[in-house]
C-alpha cells in the first residue's frame, strides 16, 4: 500500500510540473505575438521651424543687426584690474619688477601715447574674477613662495614673461626690428660661434634632459648589442640594428615609438648601418662578411653588394654627407675608398699604421683618417692624395674621430680614454696641432664621438663601462654636469646620435636596447 501511494504522488508532482512548463511557454508565445507580429509604429518626424531656427540664432548669436551696429560704435578704453603697466614692451621682467607691480594698475590710453595700438582678440569676463586661490584649490597645489598677482591671469602671464620672454608676434604697437633681434642671424651666428664673448642660450653647466620610451621598445628583436641608432634626416624615423641581424624602423614620437617594418639580414650580425641617399636607403655592414647588403625603403627589396678584392670585412665604413663616397677601413692600414652608388673601387689609401676611424669633413672634398700611430692623415678626395699628416697631441692610438658640421671643430678620441677637440683650419695647416679643449672625463677607450646638427654639444661615450658618457658644451668649453646623474642606468654605451633638429638623443647599449632622451632645451624633432 505504501508504494501505491508514493506512486500516486510522484505522478501528482509531475503532471504538476508539467501543468507549469505549458503555462510559461503559452505565455512566452503571447509575449512573442505581441512583439513581432503587429505592425510597427512609425515615429513622428520633428518638422521644420524656421521661426523657432531663427529664434534660437539671436539666442546664441545675438541679432546680426545689433552686431554690425556695434562694430560701427567708436571704442572706447576701458579699465583693465590687475595688469601690470607696459608689460608688452618689455623683453624679460624680472622677479623684482613684477613685485613691484600694482594689481590696481591700468592700461594707458591710446590717444594719450599718441601711438596706435592692437586690442586684444578676445576679452573673457571670468578673468576678471578668476583668483590665483581659487586656481590652486582647483589644482591642489601651493606655490614655494608667496606672489603679488591675485588674478590667476596675470599670475600666468608674468611666470611665462620671466622664464621666457614676451615674443615678438605678441608685441603690440609698430616697433623697429634691429639686425641684432633677427632670429635668422642669432641661428647663424650661434651654429659658426663667430662672437664668443655673446652669451649662449644653451645652459653651460647644466642640460635639461628627460628620458623616454625606448625606440625598441616594442620590437626588442635587434640582439644583446644594438650597435647602430641612426635618425632619417627628414621623417621621425630611426632604424635599430644589433648583433642578431635584425635591422628595424620605428616611428620616433617619444611614447609607443611604433614599430614600422623590420629587415632580416641572414642572422649576420650587423655592426654597423646607416641612411643613404636622403634616407632612401641604407647600407648595411658586417664583420664578418666581405660584402654590403643594401635596403631599399620605397621598394622594400634587399641586395647582397659583392666588393672588390682585399676587403675582408665591412665593419669600419663611413658615408660622406652627399652619400656619394664610402671610406671602408682596411687591414692593414688600407683605404678603401668606393662610389656611392655602385659600391664599386674608387682608389686605395695606404697609412703607416693600422687605419681604426674615419670622418668627412661637411664640404665632401677631404677625408680625415685615424689609427694606431697617433697620426692623423688628411686626404684629398679630387686628386685622391695625402696632402697633410698632423700629429694628435698625446694620443696613442686614436679610436675615433668627429667633424662638426658646420666644418669648424675636428673631436679625436684614443684608446687612453682622451678627447681633444681642434679647430680644423689649425688641424690642416699646423703638423703639430694645439688642441682648444682636452678632455678627460672618460678613463676608457674613446669609442663613439658625435656633434649636434647646430653644433652646440659634444658627446661622447665608452663601450667599456657603464655609464661611461658625457656631453660638452662647445661654445663654452665645459662638460654637462648633471648628465649622466647617479641614478642614471644606461649600460655600456655602444652608438650615439641625435635627432636633425637635436630634439632628441638615443644611446644603444650592450642590454639590447637603444635609450631615448629628450633634450628639452631643443622643441624640434
Known amino acids: 500500500m505504501e508504494g501505491k501511494t508514493k506512486q500516486k504522488k510522484s505522478y501528482k508532482i509531475c503532471?504538476?510540473?508539467?501543468?507549469?512548463?505549458?503555462?510559461?511557454?503559452?505565455?512566452?508565445?503571447?509575449?512573442?505575438?505581441?512583439?513581432?507580429?503587429?505592425?510597427?509604429?512609425?515615429?513622428?518626424?520633428?518638422?521644420?521651424?524656421?521661426?523657432?531656427?531663427?529664434?534660437?540664432?539671436?539666442?546664441?548669436?545675438?541679432?546680426?543687426?545689433?552686431?554690425?551696429?556695434?562694430?560701427?560704435?567708436e571704442e572706447s578704453t576701458t579699465e583693465v584690474?590687475?595688469?601690470?603697466?607696459?608689460?608688452?614692451?618689455?623683453?624679460?621682467?624680472?622677479?623684482?619688477?613684477?613685485?613691484?607691480?600694482?594689481?590696481?594698475?591700468?592700461?594707458?590710453?591710446?590717444?594719450?601715447?599718441?601711438?596706435?595700438?592692437?586690442?586684444?582678440?578676445?576679452?573673457?569676463?571670468?578673468?576678471?574674477?578668476?583668483?590665483?586661490?581659487?586656481?590652486?584649490?582647483?589644482?591642489?597645489?601651493?606655490l614655494t613662495c608667496k606672489r603679488p598677482e591675485k588674478l590667476y591671469t596675470t599670475y600666468l602671464k608674468n611666470h611665462y614673461e620671466v622664464f621666457v620672454g614676451t615674443p615678438k608676434w605678441a608685441k603690440l604697437g609698430t616697433t623697429t626690428i634691429n639686425e641684432d633681434d633677427d632670429d635668422?642671424?642669432?641661428?647663424?651666428?650661434?651654429?659658426?660661434?663667430?662672437?664668443?664673448?655673446?652669451?649662449?642660450?644653451?645652459?653651460k653647466d647644466i642640460i635639461d634632459v628627460k628620458q623616454l620610451s625606448s625606440l625598441n621598445k616594442s620590437n626588442h628583436v635587434q640582439g644583446h648589442v644594438v650597435t647602430s641608432v641612426e635618425f632619417h634626416s627628414k621623417y621621425t624615423l630611426a632604424l635599430v640594428a644589433g648583433t642578431s641581424g635584425v635591422v628595424s624602423l620605428f616611428e620616433v614620437d617619444g611614447?609607443?615609438?611604433?614599430?614600422?617594418?623590420?629587415?632580416?639580414?641572414?642572422?649576420?650580425?650587423?655592426?654597423?648601418?646607416?641612411?643613404?641617399?636622403?634616407?632612401?636607403?641604407?647600407?648595411?655592414?658586417?664583420?664578418?662578411?666581405?660584402?654590403?647588403?643594401?635596403?631599399?625603403?620605397?621598394k622594400r627589396q634587399v641586395l647582397?653588394?659583392?666588393?672588390?678584392?682585399?676587403?675582408?670585412?665591412?665593419?669600419?665604413?663611413?658615408?660622406?654627407?652627399?652619400?656619394?663616397?664610402?671610406?671602408?677601413?682596411?687591414?692593414?692600414?688600407?683605404?678603401?675608398?668606393?662610389?656611392?652608388?655602385?659600391k664599386e673601387l674608387i682608389s686605395r689609401f695606404n697609412m703607416n699604421?693600422?687605419?681604426?676611424?674615419?670622418?668627412?669633413?661637411?664640404?665632401?672634398?677631404?677625408?680625415?683618417?685615424?689609427?694606431?700611430?697617433?697620426?692623423m692623415y688628411i686626404w684629398d678626395l679630387n686628386s685622391r692624395v695625402c696632402v697633410h699628416r698632423a700629429i694628435d697631441d698625446g694620443c696613442l692610438s686614436g679610436t675615433s674621430l668627429a667633424v662638426s658640421p658646420?666644418?669648424?671643430?675636428?673631436?679625436?678620441?684614443?684608446?687612453?680614454?682622451?678627447?681633444?677637440?681642434?679647430?680644423?683650419?689649425?688641424?690642416?695647416?699646423?703638423?703639430?696641432p694645439t688642441p682648444v679643449k682636452v678632455i678627460m672625463n672618460l678613463v676608457t677607450g674613446i669609442t663613439s664621438l658625435r656633434f649636434n646638427r647646430t653644433c652646440e654639444i659634444l658627446a661622447m661615450a665608452s663601450d667599456k663601462k657603464c655609464n661611461a658618457f658625457r656631453m660638452m658644451h662647445v661654445p663654452s668649453l665645459r662638460v654637462f654636469a648633471n648628465f649622466p646623474a647617479h641614478h642614471t642606468d644606461m649600460g655600456m654605451p655602444q652608438s650615439i646620435n641625435f635627432s636633425p633638429g637635436s630634439g632628441y638623443l638615443s644611446i644603444s647599449n650592450k642590454t639590447g636596447a637603444a635609450l631615448l632622451y629628450k633634450l628639452r632645451y631643443y622643441d624640434r624633432y
Open 184 to 203: 635668422d642671424s642669432d641661428v647663424l651666428k650661434h651654429c659658426q660661434f663667430l662672437d664668443y664673448s655673446k652669451p649662449m642660450r644653451l645652459p
Open 15 to 73: 503532471k504538476m510540473r508539467d501543468d507549469n512548463d505549458v503555462q510559461k511557454r503559452t505565455y512566452s508565445e503571447i509575449l512573442y505575438k505581441k512583439k513581432f507580429s503587429t505592425p510597427m509604429k512609425k515615429r513622428r518626424k520633428n518638422t521644420y521651424n524656421p521661426q523657432e531656427e531663427a529664434r534660437l540664432e539671436r539666442e546664441v548669436f545675438g541679432d546680426s543687426n545689433n552686431f554690425i551696429k556695434n562694430l560701427l560704435k
Open 81 to 142: 584690474k590687475d595688469e601690470p603697466t607696459d608689460t608688452y614692451n618689455e623683453n624679460l621682467v624680472s622677479d623684482e619688477e613684477i613685485e613691484s607691480n600694482d594689481d590696481d594698475s591700468s592700461v594707458v590710453n591710446t590717444e594719450d601715447a599718441g601711438s596706435e595700438e592692437k586690442k586684444a582678440a578676445w576679452d573673457d569676463d571670468d578673468d576678471n574674477n578668476y583668483t590665483v586661490d581659487a586656481a590652486l584649490d582647483a589644482q591642489n597645489r601651493k
Open 406 to 432: 658646420n666644418g669648424q671643430f675636428v673631436a679625436t678620441g684614443s684608446a687612453q680614454g682622451v678627447v681633444n677637440l681642434y679647430k680644423t683650419n689649425t688641424l690642416l695647416e699646423k703638423r703639430n
Open 255 to 298: 611614447h609607443t615609438n611604433k614599430h614600422v617594418f623590420t629587415v632580416l639580414n641572414e642572422k649576420t650580425p650587423v655592426s654597423k648601418a646607416v641612411f643613404m641617399k636622403e634616407g632612401q636607403e641604407i647600407l648595411i655592414g658586417s664583420h664578418y662578411y666581405k660584402y654590403f647588403n643594401t635596403f631599399d625603403i620605397t
Open 304 to 342: 647582397n653588394i659583392p666588393l672588390p678584392y682585399g676587403i675582408t670585412n665591412t665593419k669600419d665604413f663611413e658615408v660622406s654627407p652627399n652619400s656619394n663616397y664610402i671610406a671602408l677601413c682596411g687591414r692593414k692600414g688600407e683605404i678603401f675608398l668606393l662610389d656611392g652608388t655602385t
Open 353 to 375: 699604421s693600422k687605419c681604426r676611424t674615419l670622418a668627412f669633413t661637411p664640404d665632401n672634398k677631404n677625408l680625415i683618417s685615424h689609427g694606431d700611430g697617433g697620426e
